[in-house]
């Protein structure tokens, strides 16, 4: 029997299922909730990579109608979440058309970026893809986080967290690594968190 953990579904992919949400990865941001408290009823939040939509699902129940949601992802997504206070853009992060539509809907005060590159299978070229779409989301955490909010971004693990953890210092009250329980055993993804945007 494989020891690969891509092949089966596991405990989290079938509990997403069963509580509607189409991935997974759903749990890595209720984890990160529990632990950093990144969310509050009224919060606006951008979540960036949001595709197929399960943080994005997440946070609007977690909403449950205050606050704010916009969502941007390469691909649509897959499902359509039942509320109002919910904006979805296709496009890519990097188009400055894009950037400007969430930035007419800011300031954030979370921004969630789960953006991942396609893989290659070439770990640097895929690591050096991750680590420009985290600095690019730094981008938006300058211009459209709200003094006081926080920053998530998930990072394929290579050489630049440390920059990145670096550039994070300089912009946060707090800035630290963290890998949910609920990434594949197998997976080299982290998240960078910054937490309590400086002034
Ligand atoms: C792991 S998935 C996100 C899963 C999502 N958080 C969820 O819970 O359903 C990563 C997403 O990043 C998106 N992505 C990658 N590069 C992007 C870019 N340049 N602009 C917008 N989205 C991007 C991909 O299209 C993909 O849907």
Not at 112 to 133: I, Q
Request: glycine residues 12%; positive net charge.
């Amino acid at each position: 029997m494989s020891g690969n953990s891509y092949e089966k579904p596991d405990h989290w992919t079938l509990k997403a299922k069963s509580e509607g949400y189409p991935a997974r990865s759903v749990y890595k941001l209720a984890e990160m909730q529990e632990k950093f408290k990144l969310l509050k009823p009224g919060t606006r939040v951008l979540d960036i990579g949001a595709a197929p939509g399960s943080w994005s699902l997440w946070v609007l129940r977690f909403l449950k109608g205050s606050g704010f949601l916009a969502a941007v992802d390469l691909s649509p997504l897959g499902m359509k979440p039942p509320f109002a206070n919910f904006f979805f853009l296709q496009g890519d992060l990097y188009d400055p058309a894009v950037r400007a539509a969430l930035a007419e809907r800011g300031p954030y005060g979370l921004i969630l970026s789960d953006a991942a590159p396609s893989t290659t299978g070439d770990r640097t070229v895929d690591t050096g893809r991750s680590e420009a779409l985290v600095e690019a989301v730094i981008g938006y955490a300058d211009a459209l986080l709200a003094p006081g909010g926080h920053l998530v971004a998930k990072l394929f693990q290579g050489g630049g967290e440390r920059d990145l953890l670096q550039a994070l210092r300089g912009r946060f009250e707090t800035a630290r690594g963290f890998k949910p329980k609920a990434c594949r055993a197998e997976s080299f993804e982290t998240y960078l968190l910054g937490l309590g945007k400086k002034s």
